[in-house]
């Protein structure tokens, strides 16, 4: 395959084969129908007033939630810089939101995300497919680490024996998954030495140097955190307080659900997940509707409409440079 079909290949991958004003279309319509479902569940079940202080909280999960996708960026700058293709700090923003956004807007868009990222910053180095397909499987081990460890901390032995035993073996299988996970970052080696050489030459710079930096699991831990603190903020400021480990087993496992191949960031499963955990914290299933809805709002809404825009920006920017 041609450097010039490969090139091609990937703008197709990361722009998708739809008209971009067809794509536009249908995320402002399915947005219509969701802020239309968060106003009829306002209305239904009577929302909290959203006061200066809520709204304070609000704007803090909002600067939480970016502050996330900017540790994700220095993730992917430190992972170029430890195998020696160096990106530059704006680079790896415009790829950490860009492959957030595909992570929103597509079914299974973590499978994506890669891609994505390396598309964003293929006019500063065309080898960054592996550094992103680390970052990302970095940051999945960490949350299912982080989410089985919440699940651990917060069972009780004091309950039935079966829910008892149900959580201490979800926390478990989570733990070990997410350890397998962070530990597999040095099988891409051997990975890699079974693809095709024009993918090779891709992924071979991370292949090269599996080692998993102390630093990197700072930023995977200061990341997952982040998110985390969002579902906090989104939810204290509308008068539901959880404790640490129910805020990260909420966020885990609605993450986790999130990711499976269904429905474009989990819309729909993510909501149930989330209001189907927190009525299994003792709150209300009807009354957390909308704080669930305002929560989504903050954490995909706005982040996927961010990320689209640079999305946008680059492949205009691509576009203009390419020579008729």
């Known amino acids: 395959m041609t450097e010039e079909a490969r090139s091609s290949t990937d703008d197709n991958v990361a722009q998708g084969r739809r008209p971009p004003w067809l794509t536009g279309t249908v995320i402002i319509v399915v947005f219509g129908a969701y802020i239309t479902a968060l106003v009829i569940a306002a209305r239904r079940w009577e929302l909290p007033v959203i006061g200066w202080n809520a709204a304070l909280f609000l704007l803090a999960a909002l600067a939480s939630e970016f502050l996330a996708k900017l540790v994700f960026a220095e993730l992917f700058r430190l992972g170029s810089h430890r195998v020696g293709h160096p990106v530059s700090r704006t680079g790896s923003i415009k790829a950490a939101l860009t492959g957030s956004a595909v992570a929103r807007l597509v079914p299974a868009g973590g499978t994506f995300t890669p891609?994505?990222?390396?598309?964003?910053?293929?006019?500063?180095?065309?080898?960054?497919?592996?550094?992103?397909?680390?970052?990302?499987?970095l940051t999945y081990g960490g949350l299912l680490t982080l989410t089985g460890t919440a699940v651990l901390w917060g069972t009780s032995a004091g309950g039935h024996p079966l829910i008892f035993a149900g959580e201490l073996i979800v926390g478990v299988l989570l733990v070990v998954a997410g350890l397998v996970v962070l530990g597999g970052s040095p099988w891409l080696g051997t990975i890699v030495d079974h693809l095709p050489q024009w993918l090779r030459k891709h992924f071979s710079a991370t292949a090269d140097d599996g080692r998993l930096l102390v630093r990197e699991l700072g930023l995977v831990v200061v990341r997952i955190g982040a998110e985390a603190g969002v579902l906090w903020g989104s939810l204290f400021a509308l008068g539901f307080e959880l404790t640490a480990s129910e805020v990260m087993v909420t966020y885990g496992i609605s993450a986790i659900v999130g990711g499976l191949p269904a429905l474009p960031g989990g819309l729909v499963l993510v909501e149930g997940g989330l209001i189907g955990v927190l009525a299994a914290y003792g709150f209300p299933a009807g009354s957390v509707v909308a704080p669930v809805l305002i929560y989504r709002v903050i954490d995909y809404w706005l982040p996927a409409g961010v990320g689209l825009a640079t999305w946008a920006y680059i492949a205009r920017g691509r576009s203009r440079a390419t020579p008729a």
């Open 115 to 137: 891609t994505t990222m390396a598309w964003a910053v293929r006019s500063e180095d065309d080898q960054m497919a592996g550094v992103a397909l680390r970052v990302t499987l």
